[in-house]
């Protein structure tokens, strides 16, 4: 798991522990002026009329093929034995044959009647054309019984014999290993399991007909998996060798799975392909070593949506800045007359009621350039001090609120940070809700946004590793991104954001798509990433912060509540062998 940047920077990065913090609580004004990030006064801010009004920039061979192999037959002797040569075989040798003449006197051959034709040892008739008779008293003539006797052939052409049946052996022997061989390997049948996680059957069919189409042999057996302690189930099966072939996970769990994923193989794709191919933040937090342990699909990035009628009515612009939002926050807060929030300005300053706060503290402090893995400080004090601001000074959202996603979905707060997928919940809710997506807010000098995506592996315990790796390198190709993403978009309003650089442009027109991928170049990580469901990492460390923000909305000095904080963070950490590590 990549570690994250150090804390302690040169004085000229802005976010720098040598120069003065940033988040300087109660010394500037609300509106801040040249410089001013993260204000702190203890009374609401007042209206802004002037905001800026731009908008942030969004192979087997044929059965009728000839083997090429050397010939396969001896070359025919010319040198045929005679027919009528009558041979016996040594009795004292039986592994030799020789043709023995007899030196005896032979009885001169009776005279044939007239006319009648010779018959020859063999009992057939020869013909007038036929050559006459040898007798076998008279010497042979000199070749014809060579081929018979070993003991008479040259060595010459002996180790010729020697060398050509040899190599009709070896061109036997290769015909074998390049045809007949790759061709019973390619008959068995091949079987891989996958798990997914939210994408049904449905929307994986086409592409996996696609494949199997090509693919006869490998057979994928794809099952939708309940979110629910999955990332129990899945690490449990894998133990016990009863685990998928192939499986999603988040890519913050690489901690918690990197013993059990195999990496990827440079035949597959090379550490250069990858950089190339995917985000800076899919490369830093996938990478183990000199290894990449995963491929993602999809990539997702937290953005602020905003109610596009409330905005309009008021007259203002959405924030590019942190002081921005906080300042249109109260002016679009409205309260009645006891003091209640009827309409919040935005969801930010508490932890039960609000979807994705981790992210949203998270990023906060990436931005401000504190340490997450070490929370302690003024940097990361002044972030949680600015973030409770909402709910403790400004009083634009407080506990009584409903859940932020639902709250926004039904027009009771102006502003919500979300991911992707939010947008299919809020319009469940409320197909009619006008609003737009833009990226998050930035402290002067910064260009960092937050990334949660998932991510598809192979088990290390998979008999079918490189079968496995090739449906991943077939999955994760333009062309069937493409597919899939149409399958997606069947389903609900898009598809799931492309995790491939090329491919941004393609979603450039979507106004609900591009925000989130106009951040994803610039987007960090950490364990912080809500709604993972992991009962793990992320989880815990999420447990720690959330005590820290509750403490200061409850009146503890935000030093003390991080002190604690940072104990808990080491805790975690150490148990998944990362000790401080360096978001990218």
């Not at 090739?470 to 997606?488: D, G, I, N, R």
Request: some cysteine; glycine content about 6%.
């Amino acid at each position: 798991m990549p570690d994250l940047p150090d804390s302690n920077q040169s004085s000229d990065d802005p976010l720098s522990e040598d120069s003065p913090s940033k988040l300087t609580p109660h010394d500037q004004p609300l509106g801040g002026g040249s410089g001013s990030v993260f204000p702190f006064s203890e009374s609401p801010p007042a209206s802004t009329e002037e905001m800026k009004s731009e908008t942030p920039p969004w192979r087997e061979a044929s059965t009728d093929e000839e083997v090429a192999t050397p010939e396969t037959s001896l070359p025919s002797q010319e040198e045929a034995s005679p027919s009528f040569v009558q041979e016996s075989v040594s009795s004292e040798s039986p592994s030799s044959l020789t043709v023995e003449t007899s030196s005896e006197p032979q009885p001169e051959p009776e005279p044939l009647p007239e006319n009648q034709p010779e018959a020859n040892l063999t009992g057939s008739q020869s013909t007038p054309s036929e050559k006459p008779p040898v007798s076998v008293s008279e010497p042979l003539p000199a070749g014809e019984t060579e081929a018979f006797n070993l003991e008479k052939r040259s060595p010459f052409k002996t180790i010729l014999l020697i060398i050509l049946v040899l190599l009709v052996l070896g061109g036997i022997g290769w015909a074998v290993f390049r045809f007949l061989l790759p061709g019973v390997q390619q008959s068995k049948e091949v079987s891989l399991t996958y798990w997914g996680l939210w994408e049904p059957e449905s929307v994986m069919r086409e592409v996996l007909t696609d494949w199997e189409k090509d693919h006869p042999n490998i057979k994928i057996s794809y099952s939708r998996q309940s979110h629910q302690e999955y990332r129990e189930r899945l690490q449990s099966a894998l133990a016990r060798g009863q685990g998928p072939d192939i499986f999603r996970f988040h890519n913050t769990w690489l901690p918690m799975f990197k013993n059990e994923l195999e990496p990827v193989p440079a035949t597959v794709m090379d550490a250069a392909t990858y950089d190339r191919s995917f985000y800076p933040v899919a490369s830093s937090s996938l990478r183990s070593g000199v290894n990449y342990l995963g491929i993602p699909l999809g990539v997702d990035t937290l953005a602020l949506f905003y109610n596009e009628d409330i905005f309009t009515a008021a007259g203002v612009n959405p924030p590019e800045t942190w002081d921005e939002l906080r300042q249109l926050a109260s002016q679009l807060t409205l309260r009645s007359e006891s003091g209640k929030i009827q309409r919040a300005g935005v969801a930010l300053g508490t932890t039960g009621n609000i979807w994705h706060w981790s992210d949203i503290l998270g990023l906060m402090m990436l931005q401000n350039g504190a340490d997450l893995a070490n929370p302690v400080g003024s940097l990361a004090e002044d972030t949680l001090t600015f973030y409770t601001l909402f709910s403790q000074t400004d009083r634009v959202w407080d506990e009584t609120l409903p859940a932020s996603m639902l709250a926004f979905a039904t027009g009771k707060t102006a502003m919500f940070f979300g991911f992707s997928w939010d947008v299919f919940e809020i319009k469940n809710v409320n197909p009619d809700l006008n609003f737009k997506i833009v990226p998050v807010p930035q402290l002067p000098g910064t260009d960092i946004s937050w990334a949660s995506f998932w991510v598809e592996g192979v088990s290390q315990k998979s008999e079918n590793k490189e079968a496995a790796w090739e449906f991943l390198k077939f999955l994760s190709s333009q062309p069937v991104m493409e597919k899939l993403y149409q399958a997606e978009s069947k389903l609900r309003l898009f598809g799931e954001p492309y995790s491939r650089v090329e491919m941004a442009g393609a979603l450039q027109a979507d106004p609900l798509v591009a925000p989130f991928v106009s951040q994803a170049a610039k987007a960090q990580t950490g364990y912080l990433c809500s709604r993972t469901f992991d009962n793990g990492l992320n989880d815990r460390m999420i447990k720690y912060f959330e005590d820290a923000v509750n403490a200061v909305n409850n009146g503890k000095m935000p030093k003390e509540a991080l002190a604690a904080a940072a104990n808990g963070v080491a805790q975690v950490l150490s148990q998944y062998g990362l000790g401080a590590y360096t978001v990218r």
